[in-house]
């Protein structure tokens, strides 16, 4: 990832509204895809299909070598999960995790999904997540800086006695799915990463991972899939911000009402 970070023209902004709106419909088609009995595959293809029916290319797919256009985990995976044969059962949680690019400018959002009736303890953890969106996103405006926001989610998720995970972090986004600044979820010690102060025409990633026990992750063997190290359950919510003069403006939000 460059130490640059892209300030957006009007024409750019306008461009990745465009994919961003793509982008949201896609997880909106993702959630309602979560289903008793269907594979994550089959959840992948339906997302696969609307991206590209509507004009755009899933950014996921060949990222890195990554073999699909999202991903999708489930219960105790906290991120990048490969879809495939595993079966989606009522009871589980499920997030989708997704980016489309349009016209050359990028969107991503994810969301955590029940599926039929769900633990009152997953329940809940689905929606201190989201909410930690919004916490953090009080704080994304003009003048701010990048920890700002990560204070914000760690406090709240904190005191629901959750846990955010430190060895993944949002992203600047634009024309490409990752650019600078990073965007942690937590407080970080004072140098240990950069923290840019907030200006109009930035374009960000806030995404809480947030964890029922200990935030404390490993990636299994496929090189991919996240995990919590106890197994506990976790949680993914993610939108793309724009900085602008007075409040924030959430580019893919509008499919997730």
């Given amino acids: 990832m460059s130490e640059t970070i892209h300030i957006k023209s009007a024409r750019d902004i306008e461009l990745m509204r465009q994919a961003c709106k793509i982008t949201a419909g896609a997880r909106s088609i993702g959630r309602q895809a979560v289903k008793d009995g269907l594979t994550t595959r089959q959840i ?3 997302v696969h299909e609307f991206i590209v029916k ?3 290319v899933p950014s996921c797919l060949g990222y890195e070598g990554y073999p699909a256009a999202t991903c999708i985990s489930v219960n105790e995976e906290v991120i990048h ?4 044969r595993r079966i989606v059962r009522n009871g589980d949680i499920v997030s989708i995790d997704l980016c489309a690019t349009y016209k050359g400018f ?3 959002c994810a969301g955590t999904y029940a599926c039929g009736e769900v633990s009152e303890e997953a329940r ?3 929606e201190v997540t989201r909410q930690a969106f919004f916490e953090g996103l009080r704080y994304a405006k003009a003048g701010n800086r990048i920890f700002d926001i990560g204070g914000a989610v760690q406090d709240y998720v904190e005191s629901f006695g959750f846990s955010v995970v430190r060895d993944f972090v949002g992203h600047g986004i634009g024309r490409d799915m990752h650019e600078a ?3 942690p979820n937590y407080r970080p010690s004072h140098g240990r990463r950069p923290n840019p102060r907030l200006v109009p025409g930035m374009t960000i990633c806030i995404e809480p991972m947030v964890c029922a026990g200990d935030w404390h992750v490993d ?4 090189g991919w899939t996240v995990v919590t190290v106890d197994r506990s359950l976790a949680a993914h919510y993610e939108n793309t911000v724009l900085i602008t003069d007075g409040e924030p403006e959430i580019l893919t939000m509008a499919e997730d009402l």
């Fill in 81 to 84: 999960g490969i879809p495939g």
């Fill in 54 to 56: 509507s004009g755009a």
């Fill in 106 to 108: 990028v969107g991503d």
């Fill in 124 to 126: 809940r953890l689905m």
């Fill in 219 to 222: 990636i299994l063997r496929d």
């Fill in 181 to 183: 600044p990073e965007v």
């Fill in 44 to 46: 992948d293809k339906a």
